[in-house]
């Protein structure tokens, strides 16, 4: 049996709850007893304020929820139940012997609910539409679970990531730098110590071995600032940024034009850490497949935001050709996964001969997300531009 399937005969193996709304005290009573003789467990009221607290308490499966009723009518009652995003979930049927000329389903529609009933209607086919939208019901609830736990899975997996990446950058530092600048230092005092005695084309092969060992040095720490950048931890989200822009530039050529905010607001690891891989991700992109010689990177610190955007000048491509989610490329797939695990979307743009665009707004949540702005700093909400 699948996870899906088995999520789903859980669900249905336990009883629903029901709640029947409805003014009229004889059909409710009538609804309520006949889904109690199928073994629902049954909650009643009789106007709207009183279904909304007793959806607020007792979090019904389904509501059966009549529409001409005093003071607050059905469908009131459904999108107040709909835009409530602790209630929003509760599925919503609408049972009505209204009519218009227009279709009564329509109504229930735009009103949110999730099926129509229209009375006087046969007990038979009353218990099959209940049966149907508790079965749809389930379905549903499985598949979010089954979407939040691929969200929690995809963080742990790049939680994970990222704490190798560490070890590994620690190890480069702590380890192969020490015994590369070890090697380095006896190889010069080689050559002070027994210069005059060597040979010319001796000496030459040992400069020649110290600077490679100079140039394995640079490339070491390039590595280890790419897997853990110290900078993000210690100057935050734009410094980095402008810093990631100006080793990109020096080190392929590409002219890099930064626009990063000089807030001095600090956010919690996760979002910063994501958005930085998301520039290092779509900058690589840039080096391997764009052809440009420019680039545009943006980072922008709003209030109740922070936008990122890459663009460059390159080759472009036509984006209908881009294959479907989940055969990407692995850098593609890694910046969507990075910005979902955010609560954002990547949207990607490009036109062939045009140049491509990358953008991400991520929502931040202040109270939760923000961080104290450093000691002794001053936050200067303004965007310069750099060009590195």
Known sequence: MSWLAWVTTMASNSPARILVVDDDPVLRMHFAEVLRDKGYEVLEACDGPTALQAAQEKRPDLVLLDVLMPGMNGFE?????????????????????????????????????????????????????????????????????????????????????????????????????????????????????????????AREILLRCDRLLVQALDENRRIAQNLRPGELDALGLPEACRGLCARFAARTSIQVTCSASRSRRRFHQELELNLFRILQEALNNVE??????????????????????????????????????????????????????????????????????????????????????????????VSTQQTA
Not at 95 to 107: A, F, I, K, L, R
Not at 304 to 323: A, E, M, Y
Request: charged share 25%; with cysteine.
């Open 77 to 201: 009652v459904c999108r107040a139940l709909k835009q409530n995003p602790d209630l929003s979930g509760i599925f919503v049927v609408i049972v009505s012997g209204q009519t218009t000329d227009e279709s009564p389903e329509s109504w229930g529609v735009d009103a949110g609910a999730d099926d129509y009933i229209v009375k006087p209607v046969q007990l038979h086919e009353f218990l099959a539409r209940v049966r149907f939208i508790l079965r749809l019901r389930d379905t549903t609830v499985a598949l979010r679970s089954a979407l939040e736990l691929n969200q929690s899975l995809t963080k742990r997996i790049i939680a994970a990531q990222e704490v190798e990446r560490q070890r590994v950058a620690r190890d480069l530092h702590d380890s192969v730098n020490q015994m590369l600048a070890s090697a380095k230092m006896r190889l010069r005092k080689v050559v002070d110590e027994c210069g005059k005695q060597l040979q010319p084309s």
């Open 288 to 381: 391997k497949h764009s052809g440009a010689t420019h680039a545009w990177v943006r980072l922008g610190i709003q209030k109740t935001s922070i936008s990122l955007s890459i663009v460059d000048d390159g080759r472009g491509f036509d984006t209908s050709n881009l294959p479907r989610r989940g055969t990407a490329g692995v850098g593609l797939e890694n910046m969507r996964e990075r910005a979902e695990v955010l609560g954002a979307q990547l949207e990607l743009s490009s036109i062939p001969g045009k140049g491509t665009s990358i953008n991400v707004v991520v929502p931040i949540d202040q109270p939760k997300s923000e961080e104290r702005a450093r000691p002794g700093t001053q936050e200067r909400p």
